[in-house]
């Protein structure tokens, strides 16, 4: 999916479908041709997302449709930033929000039947209904992820867990299921998966309504299609009527009396009607507001004040200040709260009314996070404005209690309420749009102008990914204004999701969220690592000619060593970051780059072959001539230990990169030679897995993308190398969501 501009500079939302992608050619066919169908209906109705061109490129095997952009999910329809951009989603409403105003859902639900009753009525289902797949759009709730939408009968199981029925996809009622699990989700709170339970947090007001939604709710979600609503919009005039009072039952209606009944049913009735033949829909969907928070009552000048805890504060001069120091038992909270380390003594103190209370001597550090803490509990409880914030003195006259052990430094102290003093601080850099952090607190991005710092010492870090990371430090007084202009120095360090060289030369290439080597590792590269590491010679292994090829004859072990050497040395040199790992790709990362979807089975074992009839190249067995380095009739020219009719020029390795590079900018990823993933083939810890092929490979199953080999950890092949794998410790190249 890509965010594109026309040219007459609107915002459009372009995906890209790749024929790659599928399993079988029949099915991306199927998906284009119900584009092209669903593309005028789409324009028909104001609930389902507009396709506004489709288009199709036979040569290279894919389709595109131009669609509506969706809102921001911060600033709406009218987004300046686009770098910031985020599409607003149910989903990503129900994230922000939680669980969201039952009008709203009622409405939301009543739209979107309705538009999947336009849907049906033209012969299509929808088929993957979730809050990822309704946006907004100038305000308007739409479905969109069209790409799944088929005619009635379609039954390839498609869509995600929890929201497809029991019976599966692809029929009307199959629909009406799926947004009955979505309004579940966006009226409790929950997850699709805990229904039909009640969320706890409804308040008194809110219960009939909620009820009265969820009946509805609960019919759409029937398992048994028969108890469903038979058609969008039933559902859509059921929704309705959530909300709208009903007639009573007959024996309350007669115990208050035949007039009070029938003046009482005309009303009702007239609600009812007025629901079911409504015709003008407002269809724009406002974000969700959260409610106001509570006014902030800070101290005033002159009058006494009251924390969050009932603590009572004089004012003085120019401050309010606490009656009493600070108790244990409100220390112990802030203990308990930060989860602190403790470290004090219990001070007796009497009070002007003669009662005795215990007190705490504390050390300063602990006086200053008190303090914050305090601040941060009162602002939330409303009681404490940003002008104003907790700070502290020694309460005099407390004298330490006999036979403990001396601690100048420690005193008890009174809390004081005292005015915030703010400067303004502006910050550009060149090149713009870096992020500036106050400690781990990511604040904007260049050019940030912040009004309100409060004054003091104050560090800024400017960071850009490329770009050493810049620091605006000084002390700010009170009123000043003080502006920085970071020059910032490229260092050449690896940017995510664009390609970069590292220190070897190597091109690395975005795959997800990680970056993969364009090629398989190189007889060079090996080389500076093995002279680094005094690695002792290996019988057949040469690094010292051809410094192109492929290294071969190299252990998993050795492959993965090589990769934590790499790391070390781009550490040092300020390339990466201290989270910013080489290894080798994991087994589903390799079948990622190969166009794979994700596979069935836990190890490359039960993958192996799980998906038939993909090559690296596309859907036929034999590559076109000179793609790629496989067993060609230039190794075997009797053509009987070859593949037939196929010629690449080759009998051995070729230097990396000799061949065409894929769409991704990816080569040999077929032939060549073998590549080591990270996991073991199975349970068996000696056996490891390889994938690709190599310029030795010719039968016909270990040219599938989904082929892998069985080979000893141990082993040094000649036909078996390594491509490495940059990515953050611990986050795979494939989204797991």
Not at 99 to 112: E, K, Q, S
Not at 314 to 333: C, G, I, K, Q
Not at 639 to 651: H, L
Request: charged residues 25%.
């Amino acid at each position: 999916m890509w965010l594109a501009q026309s040219v007459t500079g609107a915002y459009r939302a372009v995906k890209i479908v790749w024929r790659e992608d599928f399993e079988l050619t029949r099915t991306f066919h199927r998906e284009f041709l119900g584009i092209q169908q669903f593309e005028p209906i789409s324009r028909a109705h104001p609930c389902l997302v507009h396709i506004l061109h489709v288009g199709w490129n036979e040569q290279r095997g894919f389709y595109y449709c131009v669609m509506e952009l969706a809102d921001d999910a911060e600033d709406g329809p009218n987004f300046e930033d686009i770098r910031a951009y985020v599409p607003r989603t149910l989903g990503t409403d129900m994230k922000r929000h939680g669980r969201l105003d039952l009008t709203f859902c009622r409405d939301a639900g009543v739209y979107l039947a309705d538009a999947l009753h336009y849907m049906h009525n033209h012969g299509l289902t929808h088929r993957d209904i979730k809050p990822s797949n309704i946006i907004f759009v100038g305000g308007v709730c739409k479905l969109a992820d069209i790409g799944l939408v088929a005619g009635f009968g379609e039954r390839t199981f498609v869509g995600t867990e929890g929201f497809v029925p029991p019976e599966g996809p692809g029929t009307p009622q199959a629909d009406i299921y799926s947004l009955g699990k979505v309004l579940y989700e966006m009226s409790s709170g929950k997850d699709r998966m805990e229904f039909p339970e009640i969320p706890s947090n409804l308040g008194d007001d809110e219960w009939p309504f909620w009820v009265d939604l969820n009946r509805v709710i609960c019919k759409a979600c029937a398992p048994d299609l028969h108890e469903r609503f038979q058609t969008a919009a039933d559902f859509a005039e059921a929704l309705q009527l959530v909300g709208v009072s009903r007639p009573e039952s007959f024996p309350r209606r007669f115990a208050r009396g035949v007039a009070l009944t029938l003046a009482g049913s005309i009303l009702a009735g007239a609600g009812l009607t007025a629901a079911k033949y409504q015709k003008e829909w407002a269809w724009v969907m406002p974000l969700p507001e959260k409610p106001e928070p509570p006014r902030p009552e800070p101290p005033r000048q002159g009058k006494p004040w009251q924390n969050a805890r009932g603590q009572w504060f004089s004012f003085a001069r120019d401050r309010h200040v606490a009656d009493l120091p600070v108790e244990v038992t409100t220390y112990r909270l802030f203990l308990e709260a930060t989860l602190r380390a403790a470290e004090f003594s219990v001070v007796p103190y009497e009070t002007p009314d003669k009662k005795i209370i215990n007190c705490v001597m504390i050390p300063a550090a602990d006086a200053d996070a008190f303090c914050a803490w305090m601040t941060s509990r009162d602002r939330q409880a409303g009681r404490l404005d940003m002008d104003h914030e907790y700070a502290w003195r020694p309460a005099a006259n407390i004298a330490r209690p006999p036979g403990s052990a001396a601690r100048p430094e420690w005193q008890v102290i009174r809390a004081q309420i005292v005015r915030v003093l703010y400067g303004s601080v502006s910050l550009d850099s060149s090149p713009q749009g870096a992020d500036v952090f106050n400690g781990q607190l990511r604040v904007g991005r260049t050019p940030l102008e912040m009004p309100k710092v409060q004054a003091g010492e104050f560090d800024f870090e400017i960071r850009l990914p490329g770009y050493k990371t810049e620091h605006a430090r000084g002390t700010l007084k009170e009123g000043q204004a003080v502006s920085f202009n970071a020059r910032l120095r490229a260092t050449g360090s690896v940017v995510f999701g664009k390609p970069w060289e590292n220190s070897l030369g190597i091109q690395m290439m975005p795959l997800g969220r990680a970056m993969l080597a364009a090629t398989e590792t190189r007889r060079k590269d090996f080389a500076e690592f093995a002279r680094s590491a005094n690695l002792p010679p290996v019988e057949g292994r040469v690094l010292d000619e051809a410094p192109d090829l492929p290294v071969t004859l190299v252990t998993r072990a050795e492959a993965a060593q090589f990769c934590r050497w790499l790391t070390d040395r781009e550490r040092a040199k300020g390339l990466l970051e201290p989270d910013q790992e080489y290894r080798l790709p994991r087994d589903d990362e390799w079948s990622m780059a190969a166009y794979l979807p994700r596979e069935k089975g836990a190890t490359p074992a039960e993958r192996n072959m799980g998906i038939e009839g993909i090559y690296p190249w596309g859907f036929t067995s034999t590559p076109p001539a000179k793609t790629v380095n496989l067993l060609d009739k230039s190794a075997d020219p009797s053509g009987k230990k070859s593949i037939a009719g196929y010629e690449d020029g080759q009998p051995g390795p070729a230097p990396v990169g000799s061949y065409r590079a894929d769409t991704r900018g990816l080569f040999d990823l077929a032939g060549n030679v073998w590549e080591w993933v990270a996991e073991n083939w199975a349970d068996n810890a000696a056996e490891g897995a390889v994938r690709g092929g190599a310029f030795t490979t010719m039968e016909r199953t270990e040219l599938l993308a989904s082929f892998r080999r069985k080979t000893g950890v141990e082993e040094r092949l000649p036909d078996v190398g390594f491509r490495i794998l940059l990515g953050v410790a611990g986050v795979p190249a494939r989204d797991e969501e």
